[in-house]
C-alpha cells in the first residue's frame, strides 16, 4: 500500500512539474508548442505536444537563454544535425529505446544563443516526434531568426534524401548511420542560396514504379500518391501505424518559388520498365505539384546514378513532359541535368553518390537556380 501510495504521489510531483514547466532533471522544460519554436518541413501537429514526421531534412529552431540546452525526442527518433550559433554542425543520436534526452550544449556564456536542427535520416519506419528543450532553470526561449525568405521544395528518392552519403564503401549497404540529409545536394544547395527548402523523398520511390517492383507501377505508393500526405507510408494500408499518416498534407502551409523533382532513377532500375508508364507518371506528378503551387516554377532534374541508355531515355522523356507542358500554356517548366558519377572516390554505399558527389551536384544545381531564380 505505501509502494503504490509513494508511486502516486511521484506521479503527480512529474505532473505538476511539467505543468509548472520546470523538468525533473533541473532545468525549465520548454514545450513543442512553445510559439518561440520555429519548424520546417512536413510535419504534423495533430498532437502540438508531439509534433511528428518522417521525411529528411524537417528543421526546428529556437533561441535561447543560459549556458546550456537539452533535447528530447521519442526512444528511436534517429538521428538529427545540430548546430548552435555558427559553430560546426554535429550529428546527435536518438537510437536506443529509453533514449529520451540529448545534450546539445553545456558551458556556454551566459548569453543568447541559436540552436537549429535538421533531421538526418528518412524515418519512415521510426516515426520521429520532437518532444521539447530543456534550459537552465529559470531561463527562457527568446524570438528566433526568421527562415529565409526564399522557399525551395525537393521531391525525390534516396539521392535527395542523402542514401549513404557519408558512406566509404560502394558495396556496402544501407545504415542509417552513413546516411546524412544535411550534407544532400539538396540542403547544400539550399544553404548557398539562402534559402529554406523542404523534402518529400524517400529512397526506392519512383514516379510511376519503384525500385525493382512491377513493370506495371508501383500505384499505391509511388510519388504522385505519396505526395498527397503528410508522411510517408510503405503502402497505404499501413498508414494505421501512425496516426498522423493518415493526414491529406496542406499545401498553403508551403508555397515554394521553385520545385525541383529528382526521380526515375528507380523507374527505369533492373531493366524492367515501361516508357509509356513512366511518362504517364512524370505527367501525373506535374500536374499534382503545379494544381498545388500554382505560382512555381517546376524543375525536373536527372543525374548521379543514370547512366548510357537509362539516362537517355529519362532525358528525352523529360524534354517530352517539359516540353508539353510548355506548349499547354505552362512556361515555367524547366529541365536541368546534374552530373553523373564519373569514378569509385564519387561513392558512398550502394553506389550511391557519397558527400563530395554531393557537393558536386550542389554546385551544379546552385549555379542554374540561381539564374533561373535570379538569386544573387
Same mark, same amino acid.
Given at each position: 500500500?505505501?509502494?503504490?501510495?509513494?508511486?502516486?504521489?511521484?506521479?503527480?510531483?512529474?505532473?505538476?512539474?511539467?505543468?509548472?514547466?520546470?523538468?525533473?532533471?533541473?532545468?525549465?522544460?520548454?514545450?513543442?508548442?512553445?510559439?518561440?519554436?520555429?519548424?520546417?518541413?512536413?510535419?504534423?501537429?495533430?498532437?502540438?505536444?508531439?509534433?511528428?514526421?518522417?521525411?529528411?531534412?524537417?528543421?526546428?529552431?529556437?533561441?535561447?537563454?543560459?549556458?546550456?540546452?537539452?533535447?528530447?525526442?521519442?526512444?528511436?527518433?534517429?538521428?538529427?544535425?545540430?548546430?548552435?550559433?555558427?559553430?560546426?554542425?554535429?550529428?546527435?543520436?536518438?537510437?536506443?529505446?529509453?533514449?529520451?534526452?540529448?545534450?546539445?550544449?553545456?558551458?556556454?556564456?551566459? &548569453?543568447? #544563443?541559436? +540552436?537549429?536542427?535538421?533531421?538526418? /535520416?528518412?524515418? *519512415?519506419?521510426? %516515426?520521429? $516526434?520532437?518532444?521539447?528543450?530543456?534550459?537552465?532553470?529559470?531561463?527562457?526561449?527568446?524570438?528566433?531568426?526568421?527562415?529565409?525568405?526564399?522557399?525551395?521544395?525537393?521531391?525525390?528518392?534516396?539521392?535527395?534524401?542523402?542514401?549513404?552519403?557519408?558512406?566509404?564503401?560502394?558495396?556496402?549497404?544501407?545504415?542509417?548511420?552513413?546516411?546524412?540529409?544535411?550534407?544532400?545536394?539538396?540542403?547544400?544547395?539550399?544553404?548557398?542560396?539562402? &534559402?529554406? #527548402?523542404? +523534402?518529400?523523398?524517400?529512397?526506392? /520511390?519512383?514516379? *510511376?514504379?519503384? %525500385?525493382? $517492383?512491377?513493370?506495371?507501377?508501383?500505384?499505391?505508393?509511388?510519388?504522385?500518391?505519396?505526395?498527397?500526405?503528410?508522411?510517408?507510408?510503405?503502402?497505404?494500408?499501413?498508414?494505421?501505424?501512425?496516426?498522423?499518416?493518415?493526414?491529406?498534407?496542406?499545401?498553403?502551409?508551403?508555397?515554394?518559388?521553385?520545385?525541383?523533382?529528382?526521380?526515375?532513377?528507380?523507374?527505369?532500375?533492373?531493366?524492367?520498365?515501361?516508357?509509356?508508364?513512366?511518362?504517364?507518371?512524370?505527367?501525373?506528378?506535374?500536374?499534382?505539384?503545379?494544381?498545388?503551387?500554382?505560382?512555381?516554377?517546376?524543375?525536373f532534374l536527372t543525374g548521379s546514378m543514370l547512366y548510357n541508355q537509362e539516362l537517355k531515355e529519362a532525358r528525352q522523356l523529360l524534354d517530352e513532359v517539359t516540353a508539353e507542358a510548355k506548349k499547354s500554356g505552362d512556361k515555367e517548366v524547366y529541365r536541368f541535368d546534374m552530373?553523373?558519377?564519373?569514378?569509385?572516390?564519387?561513392?558512398?554505399?550502394?553506389?550511391?553518390?557519397?558527400?563530395?558527389?554531393?557537393?558536386?551536384?550542389?554546385?551544379?544545381?546552385?549555379?542554374?537556380?540561381?539564374?533561373?531564380?535570379?538569386?544573387?
Amino acid at each position: 500500500m505505501k509502494k503504490t501510495f509513494l508511486l502516486a504521489l511521484m506521479a503527480i510531483t512529474s505532473l505538476t512539474a511539467f505543468a509548472n514547466k520546470t523538468f525533473p532533471l533541473k532545468g525549465t522544460f520548454v514545450s513543442p508548442a512553445d510559439k518561440h519554436i520555429l519548424y520546417a518541413g512536413r510535419i504534423s501537429f495533430t498532437n502540438p505536444e508531439r509534433p511528428a514526421w518522417n521525411y529528411p531534412g524537417v528543421q526546428i529552431v529556437a533561441a535561447f537563454e543560459g549556458t546550456s540546452l537539452k533535447m528530447m525526442a521519442k526512444p528511436n527518433s534517429g538521428y538529427f544535425v545540430a548546430q548552435i550559433d555558427g559553430a560546426e554542425p554535429f550529428k546527435v543520436a536518438f537510437r536506443g529505446a529509453k533514449d529520451s534526452v540529448v545534450t546539445l550544449a553545456t558551458a556556454l556564456p551566459d &548569453a543568447r #544563443h541559436t +540552436v537549429r536542427l535538421m533531421y538526418a /535520416i528518412e524515418g *519512415y519506419e521510426m %516515426y520521429p $516526434e520532437f518532444w521539447g528543450f530543456i534550459l537552465d532553470s529559470g531561463r527562457q526561449l527568446v524570438d528566433a531568426p526568421a527562415f529565409p525568405s526564399r522557399k525551395i521544395e525537393f521531391i525525390g528518392n534516396s539521392i535527395t534524401c542523402g542514401y549513404g552519403n557519408e558512406g566509404t564503401d560502394r558495396n556496402e549497404h544501407f545504415e542509417y548511420e552513413t546516411e546524412n540529409h544535411y550534407y544532400s545536394y539538396a540542403s547544400i544547395t539550399a544553404r548557398n542560396l539562402c &534559402a529554406q #527548402h523542404w +523534402v518529400v523523398a524517400r529512397s526506392g /520511390i519512383g514516379a *510511376y514504379r519503384n %525500385y525493382g $517492383e512491377a513493370k506495371t507501377g508501383s500505384p499505391r505508393s509511388c510519388m504522385p500518391v505519396q505526395y498527397e500526405y503528410t508522411g510517408y507510408a510503405l503502402d497505404l494500408d499501413l498508414r494505421k501505424e501512425a496516426s498522423f499518416l493518415k493526414e491529406k498534407w496542406d499545401f498553403s502551409r508551403y508555397q515554394p518559388d521553385v520545385v525541383c523533382i529528382n526521380l526515375g532513377t528507380n523507374d527505369l532500375s533492373t531493366r524492367n520498365y515501361d516508357l509509356t508508364l513512366l511518362k504517364q507518371g512524370y505527367q501525373k506528378l506535374y500536374q499534382l505539384v503545379r494544381t498545388h503551387n500554382p505560382k512555381a516554377k517546376i524543375v525536373f532534374l536527372t543525374g548521379s546514378m543514370l547512366y548510357n541508355q537509362e539516362l537517355k531515355e529519362a532525358r528525352q522523356l523529360l524534354d517530352e513532359v517539359t516540353a508539353e507542358a510548355k506548349k499547354s500554356g505552362d512556361k515555367e517548366v524547366y529541365r536541368f541535368d546534374m552530373s553523373p558519377i564519373q569514378s569509385n572516390e564519387w561513392y558512398g554505399n550502394d553506389y550511391h553518390p557519397n558527400i563530395y558527389q554531393d557537393e558536386k551536384m550542389a554546385g551544379e544545381l546552385t549555379a542554374y537556380l540561381r539564374s533561373l531564380m535570379n538569386w544573387f
